[in-house]
């Protein structure tokens, strides 16, 4: 099966514009997160997604940040005007729904690295 | 709130030499706890699992015990080799909701 993709894989960006990050998860992974480390610290969450709805959304830094998972498939993390400290690597992961899913492992992809000048 | 504290690295070994890297938390209840790894270039990836006290993960020689008492996980291995460079990090995910929450990670290096 086709792991979890994350587009792009870099991006540099000044201060002020904006960026959108996608994730596109495994086919048939209805839980879909986003994750963020900045600065060799620990990895942090920021929302999860059931299917199309956001199940957990508390991570979240502030308003800049909007994620979105139109029809339940592929997500994006859109940050609008970014700033310095949304330097990081941006993570996206996916794992079934099952129903156990608290001891289910995430599916990670590759990241995105974004940084803020 | 549900934290992970795992030791600082780097953390710099020879071929064939004894690994430890500390994992404690802190949560109520029972949570889940994992090991995942992250190759170089690579996203992360699962190494080992356990769900309940006194479980033993283990994966490609590794191996983590949950103590529930101590509130540790930490993760071993007799025996490293180069291809285990990378960055190892603890998580935890509760009985009571979906997130799971990592720690700083460590990055080990294995010199040949």
């Known amino acids: 099966e086709a792991g979890v993709t994350q587009f792009p894989s870099h991006s540099v960006i000044e201060k002020g514009q904006t960026v959108t990050l996608r994730c596109d998860p495994i086919?048939?992974?209805?839980?879909l997160y986003w994750y963020r480390r900045v600065m060799g610290k620990e990895i942090k969450f920021l929302l999860h997604?059931?299917?199309?709805?956001?199940?957990?959304e508390s991570g979240m830094p502030n308003n800049r940040f909007l994620a979105e998972r139109t029809g339940g498939t592929y997500s994006t993390l859109k940050v609008q005007p970014a700033e310095l400290e949304d330097s990081g690597v941006y993570f996206c992961?996916?794992?079934?729904?099952?129903?156990?899913?608290?001891?289910?492992?995430?599916?990670f992809g590759n990241g995105t690295r974004l940084t803020v000048t | 709130g549900d934290s992970v504290t795992q030791m600082e690295g780097p953390v710099t070994l020879s071929e064939e030499a004894f690994l430890t890297i500390n994992c404690t938390y802190t949560?109520?209840?029972?949570?889940?706890l994992f090991w995942y790894v992250q190759y170089p270039g690579e996203g992360l990836q699962l190494l080992l699992k356990?769900?309940?006290?006194?479980d033993k993960g283990s994966n490609k020689g590794f191996e983590a015990t949950y103590r529930k008492e101590t509130t540790s996980f930490h993760l071993e291995k007799g025996s490293v080799q180069v291809s285990d460079s990378a960055v190892y990090f603890c998580?935890?995910?509760?009985?009571?909701?979906?997130?799971?929450?990592f720690g700083a990670g460590t990055r080990l290096f294995v010199k040949a």
């Open positions: 992961a996916s794992s079934p729904w099952t129903g156990s899913s608290y001891n289910s492992p995430l599916h």
């Open positions: 086919s048939g992974h209805d839980n």
């Open positions: 997604f059931v299917k199309e709805s956001k199940q957990d």
């Open positions: 949560a109520t209840g029972y949570p889940s």
């Open positions: 356990a769900t309940k006290a006194d």
């Open positions: 998580a935890l995910r509760g009985t009571g909701g979906f997130k799971t929450i």
